[in-house]
T-cell receptor, first 117, second 112 residues
Framework: GAVVSQHPSWVICKSGTSVKIECRSLDFQATTMFWYRQFPKQSLMLMATSNEGSKATYEQGVEKDKFLINHASLTLSTLTVTSAHPEDSSFYIC?????????????FGPGTRLTVL | GDSVTQMEGPVTLSEEACLTINCTYTATGYPSLFWYVQYPGEGLQLLLKATKADDKGSNKGFEATYRKETTSFHLEKGSVQVSDSAVYFCALFGFGNEKLTFGTGTRLTIIP
């Protein structure tokens, strides 16, 4: 099946620094990618929807200047957490949507665990 | 808005036991329903899906039936294996908002 990779798988950074997370679709082209955030024992919360070549659409309550999303190609989307603070510590998961015959399916990356000290 | 409520875990069962993980939903219209599974260290994988009422999704011995009257999509397996140990997420795709909405996930551990 289709594979989505994320890099890094985990990162520890100091408060105030910025962190970039990459999401790649390895064997397919994804016109739409999604970024989710997952707190311990909680649901995946959609942060934003990213379409190749256009600005991301952010969910209500997600700061677009805090979480910068770039979808520069059909196989790569990046999430940059700017001026990270401890409350940004979380598990970030990306997903890529592809159209298969009669329906769309989303494939998920393995996630990136961010810890801000 | 759309929401998914699923059985809280963790759930621990012995090998060959029967499994049921409950999932109910709230949505406008007729969503598609999914179960995803996340094995340790891996991304979410689609386990099964159902796109309309009374549809039964099945895969790897797991089944779930789309029950419109009870707004449920419970996951079942007759005989679990150690390799089924994972976190299971119920989700719906709302055609109104074109997005996946997830439940909180249920961690399942199968002991030999």
């Amino acid at each position: 099946g289709a594979v989505v990779s994320q890099h890094p798988s985990w990162v520890i950074c100091k408060s105030g620094t910025s962190v970039k997370i990459e999401c790649r679709s390895l064997d397919f082209q994804a016109t739409t990618m999604f970024w989710y955030r997952q707190f311990p024992k909680q649901s995946l919360m959609l942060m934003a929807t990213s379409n190749e070549g256009s600005k991301a659409t952010y969910e209500q309550g997600v700061e677009k200047d805090k979480f910068l999303i770039n979808h520069a190609s059909l196989t790569l989307s990046t999430l940059t957490v700017t001026s990270a603070h401890p409350e940004d510590s979380s598990f970030y998961i990306c997903s890529a949507r592809v159209q298969l015959s009669s329906y769309n399916e989303q494939f998920f990356g393995p996630g990136t665990r961010l810890t801000v000290l | 808005g759309d929401s998914v409520t699923q059985m809280e875990g963790p759930v621990t069962l012995s090998e060959e036991a029967c499994l049921t993980i409950n999932c109910t939903y709230t949505a406008t219209g007729y969503p598609s329903l999914f179960w995803y599974v996340q094995y340790p260290g891996e991304g979410l994988q689609l386990l099964l899906k159902a796109t309309k009422a009374d549809d039964k999704g099945s895969n790897k011995g797991f089944e779930a039936t789309y029950r419109k009257e009870t707004t449920s999509f419970h996951l079942e397996k007759g005989s679990v294996q150690v390799s089924d140990s994972a976190v299971y997420f119920c989700a719906l795709f709302g055609f109104g908002n074109e997005k996946l909405t997830f439940g909180t996930g249920t961690r399942l551990t199968i002991i030999p």
